[in-house]
């Protein structure tokens, strides 16, 4: 390869600091890797080149050599950097810079070990109409792992300290050869953690946790829907020593309620009345999620009408609240005297008297259905 100035090919000037040199190299050998530029020999040679400069800029003394002497100073050898090894690396450590480029894509590297994390928890709260109307603040009972407290969560015994990995160096990771490339996986001495426990604490055999019922606050949201997911974040299974712990999440299941169901922010429920209020009118006492409250109902309301109570629902975002819907449900007299069937039997006569004037508009539209059917049937 024709003599070059390895300072020009890295990019780089000559008073640059080895991370400097590393990072320029770092980046040109991804650019030109031949698996990246099949069958372009211009990148396959470009890519050897980069290989050479770096193999002498990267050894301290040999760059020295390099400033001092030139090329005559890296050349005594009479292979020449870059004569050996597979791409032209010659004396580089491919896994020492392709385990950190690698580790860059695949989110391997930078040394540093990344920190477990402990599970998710999923906890179902059952709650009324009536809290989520009011929108309040609970607590409950979750069982749960927690960092513990005998020895702090380190799973050493107190008095004592976890040592560092000597596999590992306390890193956590180990790098593993695969052919060319260079992986990293946890450490199998110290599974990760980057530190080994010589003396376990008695409570919690070396584990760092413990099982404990955690007593936790939730707020729901005024009109919460039901099967909302509402999530406290660090609530969830401790990883242990130098671990993040995980989320809990607080799924809200709405109960069944006595009186109301519910329509989205509306609510829904029965209202019997008797036939007298139903026939005359009056004022009648409803129930709401706040108390008592009062309802007029028109003379001559029907059985299955839906009567509005505006404001009375569940509350919706910007303060406004749903609606109460009431079913009417017109109760038909049970046990009668003779002398109330009597007066009946006669109501009914004078009803029928004048004909079509006391029939609801249903009843109509009912009866013409019914005459067409039976005209049908004779045809």
């Known amino acids: 390869m024709s003599e070059q100035d390895y300072y020009k090919t890295l990019g780089i000037e000559r008073g640059a600091s080895q991370a400097e040199i590393k990072k320029a190299y770092r980046r040109l050998a991804m650019k030109y890797h031949p698996d990246r530029n099949q069958g372009e020999d211009d990148a396959s040679d470009r890519f050897k080149e980069i290989n050479e400069a770096y193999e002498v800029l990267g050894d301290e003394q040999k760059r020295a050599a390099y400033d001092r002497f030139g090329h005559a100073g890296v050349n005594r050898g009479g292979a020449g950097p870059g004569a050996g090894g597979f791409g032209g690396f010659g004396g580089v450590d491919p896994s020492d810079i392709f385990g950190d480029i690698f ?47 005998h ?26 050869q695969q052919g060319f490339f260079t992986l990293q996986q946890a450490c199998p001495d110290c599974r990760g953690r980057g530190e080994i426990i010589t003396e376990h604490c008695p409570e919690c055999h070396g584990s760092g946790v413990e099982r404990t019922i955690s007593k936790l606050k939730v707020r729901i949201p005024a009109g919460v829907d039901d099967g909302t997911a509402i999530r406290l974040s660090g609530q969830g299974e401790t990883a242990g020593s130098g671990g993040i712990a995980g989320d809990l999440y607080v799924e809200i299941r709405i109960k069944p309620h006595s009186i109301f169901h519910r329509e989205g922010a509306h609510l829904v429920c029965e209202l019997p009345i008797s036939f007298a209020t139903a026939a005359l009118g009056g004022e009648v006492e409803i129930p709401t999620l706040e108390g008592e409250g009062r309802l007029k109902v028109p003379a001559g309301t029907q059985s299955g009408k839906r009567m509005r109570v505006r404001g009375k629902g569940l509350p919706l975002q910007g303060g406004s609240r749903g609606d109460l819907f009431c079913l009417v449900r017109v109760e038909t007299p049970v046990n009668l005297t003779e002398e109330q069937k009597a007066l009946i039997i006669d109501l009914d006569a004078k009803l029928r008297a004048d004909g079509k004037r006391h029939k609801p508009a249903e009843h109509e539209g009912w009866a013409s259905k019914v005459k067409n059917f039976f005209e049908q049937l004779a045809g």
Do not use: N, W
Not at 151 to 165: D, E, F, L, N
């Open 151 to 176: 020895c702090g969560g380190s799973g050493a015994k107190p008095g004592s300290k976890p040592q560092t990995c000597r596999t590992c160096g306390g890193q956590g990771q180990v790098r593993m």
């Open 103 to 149: 580790g860059d894509i695949f989110g391997m590297g930078g040394g540093a070990r990344r920190a477990r994390r402990g599970a998710d928890l999923k906890y179902t709260l059952g709650v009324t109409l009536e809290q989520i109307a009011r929108g309040e603040e609970v607590t409950i009972e979750v069982p749960r792992h927690t960092p513990c407290e």
